[in-house]
């Protein structure tokens, strides 16, 4: 007899399996023939969520290279003091001594008045004329240019928002003040403007792209929500008929959302090829302008490409569902409401 027991509680756990099985099965059948049925209005809400997630997808990448060029330029930004021309190596190296010890300063670079020279040839080794005026290494030329070429000290900080302990250093130390050329002021802010504006416009491309995408997620969730009305309108007898012979909640539930997330799933790929194949035709015109694109670049030529493309479908499977399972409860709310009442 418990032998029997056991064997009819397999049997019976096996079929509830199937029947499982067979549920889910219909679920998804039936979800994928309601996405044909109501193809028009399918079409319109995965072209909806497209957009909602273009402009995610357009905002996140914009973020993320104006934030990685506002970076970059950070790296490239020093601060230049300008010494009396002909200022001793000896007093250049105390002085970098002095300004290494502040905690703000990476780096800091000193150049004698010669080797400024040098580096003003290198910088017109194409313009032979100049270089003909200027003549040869003993030339009474290149020794009047060097008796007029500041030494230079370039210090590259941590923070370039904070510069006030260097100013100090150089307004109060003594050593500074010797042998600063009162007729070339330091650079403090001739790189910060450049810096500012690329990271206001950073700012600006994630704002907008925030305040952009929550208006066009709204207007997804409200065209999938009719969506599935009409939908669940349309089949409204059917349903009816369903909950006659018993089908649970569930069961009416799963192709609806079925039918949204195939919308999801769509717009996702759709939203992740035009993502990647505009940022490619925009990158070389990016580079031109000095943005740095490196960063997007190496994910997007890596197999990080396939990470994107998941988390964009997932986002898009998301708000399929979110705004099928709204309308949805909406109605078996009122359904409810309305049997009690009959009762």
Known sequence: MPNQTKQNLKTMSKNSGTKKLRSTSRIFKYGA?????????S???TLVMSMTLIILFVTIIASAILASTADAMREKIDITIYFKPGTSETSLSQMANIMSQDENVKNV???TSEEEYDKFLEENADNEDLLTALGGEDSEMRQMMIDRMQSTMRIKVFDVDDLSSIEHTVNSNRTFLINIDPANPPTYDAN???????TSWANLARNAG????????????????NTIRMAIFSRREEIYMMKLVGADNGFIRG???I???ICGFISGIIAATVGFLGFHALAPHLENYGIDISMIND???TNWLIVVYLITISVGILIGTVSSSLAIRKYLNATAKRAKKRK
């Open 109 to 111: 670079e000193v150049s």
């Open 43 to 45: 079409i319109a809400a």
């Open 299 to 301: 994910v997007l030529e």
């Open 259 to 261: 039918e949204a997330q």
């Open 192 to 198: 910060r403007s450049a810096f500012e504006r690329i």
């Open 255 to 257: 192709p609806f959302l």
């Open 33 to 41: 023939i309601s996405f044909s049925r109501n193809i028009w209005l």
């Open 210 to 225: 925030i305040i952009l995408s929550i208006i066009f997620l709204v207007i997804s969730i409200l065209v999938i929500f």
